[in-house]
Structures are given as C-alpha cells and as structure tokens.
C-alpha cells in the first residue's frame, strides 16, 4: 500500500478525532457524515458552508443590535439572533460555538451589556477558528483523494 | 370465474393507497433556517421520502392551498403524507400551522410532527394536545426519521390490508349478485 496515502490517512483520522476531543465538534457532526455518500459527496462541505455564512450574517446583526450609538440596546433583538446561531451550531455538531451561544442567550436574558459583547467577541473568534479547522480537515481528505486513497470512516468513541 | 370483471364497471376507485407511490413518504418540510432546511432534506432523502421543503408556514399553507388563494397545485395531484415543522419561526409559528392544518378539512389527518431545540414541558403538552403526531427534539437525528417512518408506513400497512379487504367483500358480493343475476 502507498506508504504516503496511509501516513495521510492517519494524519485525518488524528486530526478528526483532536477536533472531537478538544470539543469543537459532537456527535451531530458524526450525524451529518452519515447523510454524506458518493451520490452526495460534498453534502457536509455544504452545510458548514451555510452555516458559516449564517455566523457572519447572525454575528452582524449582533453588532448592530448592541450597538449603543443607535439608541438603547434592545437586548430581545439580540437574544433572537443568538438563538438562531444556537439552532444553527447544534444542527451541525458546532459544540463550542453552540456553548458559547447558551452562555450569551442567558447575558441577553440578564440585560448584561458588558457580557453581551464578551460574548459576541468570543463568538467571532471561535466560528473563525472551528472554520480554519475544518478547512484543515478538508484539505486532508482532497489529499488523500488525489493521491488515490479512500478517506477512512473515523469512529469515535 | 370465466370473466374478469373491470373496476370501471364495479365503480371502484383505482387509488390503491394515500402514499405518494409505493414506496416513498412525502414529507413538507418547514424551517425558516437555511442550515436547518438543508440537513432535513438530505435526512428525508436519504431515508428514502420525497421532500419538499418551504421556509415559512405561510409559504407551507401556500403550497397546500390553504392560504384562501388559488393554488396552482390541485388537491388531486398534491399528496402529503408527513408535515415536519419547526415550532418557533418569524411571523407564523409551527403551533399556529398545526391548528391550521388539524382545521382544515382537506389535510387534518395528515401527521404533523413538531421539531423545536428546546425542551419545554407545556410546550410539548399543548403540541400533542392540537393533534400533533410527534414532538422531536433538535438536532433532529437519522434514528428519530426512520422511527417516524416506521411507524407511519405500519400505519399505511394496516390501512391499505383493510382497505384491500374491504375491496375483496365487495367484490364478493358484486360477484354474488352478478351469479344470482345470471349474467
């Protein structure tokens, strides 16, 4: 077996399973994996597509709702974009995202300002980072397709 | 029996089942989340339904022409066999377009199965209450489909055995009537 299409198989299934453990991803991620296939093998790459696009557009109108120079904070229209991207991460198995939503939704509950736009800075940061990591991920497995291997399933337990 | 008689001349109706064909379930998804939508149309596909899906409930009573509108879909030609909602979405919510749904003559006894991400308890009571087949809770998981499936298709099952039945009796007795008719 090409010694270089098994060193990058297991480079994926390391890298996967890291992203697991250090609580990027949960099984819902696992749960989309298996609605991908060779009718639609790009279906995963889509969703987290939409789903980034739905962090920028949420996260905006975050901003734009706790910005103070427009008037008061009308912390019902943020709460109602956080628990949009709260929906939207658990569907894709986003878990930290998805935390940090939770914490957030309870600042909004509270009229916190201050940890309200905590958590808007920190939700930016973590979309931003699980993004890159995806693309890490997804670059593996372009890899090891080239190089004429099969992308291993990867369990997790 | 030397003659085949015709369902024409019987006036039986030749719809031999409610499902869309055979085989598959057709599901109106409704979402008001892109993300959403795409994961409940690839879940129904890959568990073999044929998918529809809508972003609003209001775009749902469109495509179901309850929206006291013309609709460009006949009620022959729509067959529905599961509606799945999400519960809070912007203007109508999956509450409101249940009530519509067990409202209306047409579609009442059409499942309707409720999605929501969060657990709340009078929540989930008042669904079932208004007829709501199902409450699922989000994300929405492959095992939650294919449980729904199930049990629909056994639903189907018995409906169409005793719809066959019921088709034997009668044409037992046409065919009773006929020999006493001497025909």
Known sequence: MNAGIAQLQMQFRDYTISLYQQGFLDDQFTELKKLQDDGSPDFVAEVLLLFFEDCVKLIGNMARALDKSTGTVDFSQVGASVHQLKGSSSSVGAKRVKGLCVTFKEYCEAQNYEGCVRCLQQVDIEYKTLKTKLQDMFNLEKQIVQAGGVVPQVDID | ?183
């Not at chain 2, 064909?21 to 879940?43: C, N, Q, T």
């Open chain 2, 1 to 183: 029996m030397a003659e085949v008689l015709r369902p024409e001349k019987l006036e039986m109706s030749n719809d031999t089942s409610s499902l869309a064909s055979p085989e598959l379930l057709h599901v109106l998804a409704v979402d008001d989340s892109m993300v959403d939508r795409k994961f409940i149309e690839r879940l129904l596909r890959v568990s073999s339904c044929k998918v529809t899906v809508v972003d609003s409930a209001t775009r749902a009573l469109q495509y179901l022409g309850l929206d006291g509108e013309n609709s460009s879909v006949g009620f022959e030609d729509l067959k529905i066999n599961l509606i799945m909602t999400d519960y809070s979405m912007p203007g109508m919510t999956g509450y409101e377009l249940l009530k519509k749904i067990k409202e209306s003559s047409a579609f009442r006894e059409i499942p309707v199965v409720i999605m929501s991400s969060e657990n709340i308890l009078p929540r989930i009571d008042r669904c079932l209450e208004e007829g709501a087949e199902d409450f699922l809770l989000k994300p929405v998981k492959l095992a939650d489909v294919k449980r729904l499936r199930d049990s629909l298709m056994k639903a189907e099952d018995v409906a169409f055995e005793n719809l066959m039945y019921k088709r034997e009796l009668e044409a037992n007795d046409v065919y009773s009537q006929l020999k006493r008719a001497k025909i």
